[in-house]
């Protein structure tokens, strides 16, 4: 079955600098591939997403790059302030109901 | 706004016995998912269900049973409670249609302690 694996688990940046969070995929059936933030003590909510017809999409400060190829997707957050500080998590589906997660990156933005 | 309810929020459980977290949601989508978040794990599906009636087995499906009675609730049952089970469960709702999977809308999380 699909493997998710979320390269960094702590990523430390300092306040407007950029963040670079990396996940790769096994299963080559994967299209869709969205990104969830886990705010301390609180649930998941959804960021961004893409999916595999397309090799990148930005939302404001957010871009989610896809590489099909080496099945490696990545969300790279500008411009970071104290409220970005979180777990993020990336996922993957094959278009039908399971969707698979990684271990989680927590980021943290300093002053 | 999507609005998906666990309960209990927490609970603490004696080695073998009954465990059921029950979720609802009033989105009316009809994929449903249970999952558990360890330290190290991230997040690992245990049993999900595409509609009422339907429950399938995710990645950790070992020890755990799912009911899905209706488009609204989707519970998961611990029959028999090990201390290994000890974790903060998270349900979820889907927007998904058919192929094509959507956003999943989460809980709160149900934290369980197993004694």
Known sequence: GEKVEQHESTLSVREGDSAVINCTYTDTASSYFPWYKQEAGKSLHFVIDIRSNVDRKQSQRLTVLLDKKAKRFSLHITATQPEDSAIYFCAASNGGYKVVFGSGTRLLVSP | ?115
């Open chain 2, 1 to 115: 706004e999507a609005a998906v309810t666990q309960s209990p929020r927490n609970k603490v459980a004696v080695t073998g016995g009954k465990v059921t977290l029950s979720c609802n949601q009033t989105n009316n989508h009809n994929n449903m998912y249970w999952y558990r978040q360890d330290t190290g794990h991230g997040l690992r599906l245990i049993h999900y269900s595409y509609g009422a009636g339907s429950t399938e087995k995710g990645d950790i499906p070992d020890g755990y049973k799912a009911s899905r009675p209706s488009q609204e609730n989707f519970s998961l049952i611990l029959e028999l409670a090990t201390p290994s089970q000890t974790s903060v469960y998270f349900c979820a709702s889907g927007d998904g249609l058919g192929a094509n999977t959507g956003q999943l809308y989460f809980g709160e999380g149900s934290k369980l302690t197993v004694l």
